[in-house]
């Protein structure tokens, strides 16, 4: 309810679309679709180019779900329309690696090659956009009859992913780790209330039996 008052409309836009990336990657078409129509319906009512791009990148996600490239392509293109006017290297890039794939889907090599951008570079791009790049481009040249440079770049997205599956796993540990100290944090707290407890008790104790005997004294 807070977050629908009128100035808070560009959060739960935020909150939406964190809402259909889940619904996506849990594979429920359905419930990602419903939340998209509510999201497309606030954004109506705000004018805010980069939740828009990136509600057209949500929706082309859907699309390429539901095996609609065509559709995808279109809300794509829309997407990469705003996000260089907007500064957003990063989603640029992965709007762009995302256009190749599909058209790599339609086999449509020479729009594939359009799409990937020539002069990136590839170093300073996040993991799983590096292996990404590398996984489409090796297909182009796969599909170029490029077998040389078709293997060196399959090489280069192996390592990629290697890398990504890496830092996943660090995660993983990571989150564990502070769970298990957190745990420890809470047994030792209830230990020291156990101790405390028992010290408080014992010195009710000693102030009752010194009370009764003065009283009875």
Known sequence: QFLQMPDR???LVTVLLTQIDV????????RAEAVQQ????LLQQLNDPYLTAQLSFSEAQLSLA?????????QLLK???????LGNRSMQHETSITLTEVALQQQQLEKARAY????LQVDTLPVFLQHKYWDVLSRIHANSGQWQAAYQTALSANQARFELQADQQQQRLDQLAKGLKLQQQMASLSAQNTVQQYW????????????????FY
Do not use: N
Not at 79 to 85: D, M, S, T, W, Y
Not at 208 to 215: A, D, P, Q
């Open 9 to 11: 409309r560009t959060q």
């Open 23 to 30: 619904w996506l990657s849990a594979g429920d078409l359905a």
């Open 38 to 41: 509510k999201a497309r319906a």
């Open 66 to 74: 539901r095996h609609q490239p065509e559709a995808a392509e279109q």
């Open 79 to 85: 997407a990469a329309q705003l996000f260089p006017q």
């Open 116 to 119: 990937l951008p020539a002069d």
């Open 200 to 215: 408080l008790w014992s010195l009710l104790a000693t102030v009752m039996v010194s009370w009764l005997g003065v009283l």
